[in-house]
């Protein structure tokens, strides 16, 4: 089953929480897309991809605001809040929008050095989905301003996480680099937050796809 609408209603729910969770899940999708294009995935799974970026975070809906939206370092207790998002929006897709956006979502917190949550895989445990997500979720939060520090820029942001992109693709690393570096970040960051009023365009390339 796949019900954009639902997508569409959910998603609203994820902007009306946080407009920075939201705002960074618009990009992660958009990033997640061009790295699915740019190492050859068939259409069907660049929009699951893109989908899939745009809801991996959807789980902190149900994270009460004091926690989620916290300026404070978090308890270990808080954190381990947090760390339930992967699974409660894993079952949140599963059930109102399609099946198929579950694994993608559920594992996007993996590392490729099996210290990830919920499960602590191992690498050749993580599926491909999930990496992309993962990437693309780590790229979105380095190349965007944050209190604490400011925007890293695209090349450096790739340098971070290429030990983390070396081992996720082994043989397919070169085109996730360059995939990444090709993409204009801070374009982009503006783009979503103009794109954020609009949902239903967001989603409109997907209406007949998955
Ligand atoms: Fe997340
Ligand atoms: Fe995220």
New binding site residues.
């Given amino acids: 089953m796949c019900c954009p609408s639902n997508a569409a209603l959910i998603l609203s729910l994820l902007k009306e929480k946080s407009s920075g ?1 939201f705002g ?2 618009i990009v ?1 999708g958009i990033i997640a897309r061009e790295i699915a294009v740019d190492i050859g995935l068939c259409d069907d799974e660049v929009n699951i991809l893109y989908l899939a970026g745009l809801l ?2 959807i789980g902190k809906i149900f994270i009460e605001d004091s926690i989620l939206l916290s300026r404070e370092n978090l308890t270990f207790k808080q954190f381990n809040i947090i760390k339930q998002h992967p699974e409660r929006g894993a079952r949140t897709v599963e059930r109102f929008i399609s099946e198929k956006l579950a694994p993608p979502i559920l594992y ?1 917190h993996e590392l490729p050095n099996g210290k990830g949550y919920p499960y602590g895989l191992r690498n050749d445990e993580i599926p491909l989905s999930a990496k992309i997500i993962s990437t693309a ?1 780590k790229f ?2 380095l190349t965007m301003e944050r209190p604490y520090r400011s925007a890293l820029v695209t090349d450096m942001a790739v340098l971070v996480i290429d030990d983390h992109i070396k081992t996720f693709f082994d043989g397919k690393s070169r085109f996730v680099r360059s995939s990444l570096k090709s993409l204009n970040m801070r374009d982009l960051h503006i783009l979503s937050a103009q794109i954020s009023n609009d949902i239903d365009s967001l989603l409109a390339s997907l209406k007949y796809s998955i």
């Fill in positions: 969770v960074h899940s992660t991996h975070d996007h979720d979105s939060a």
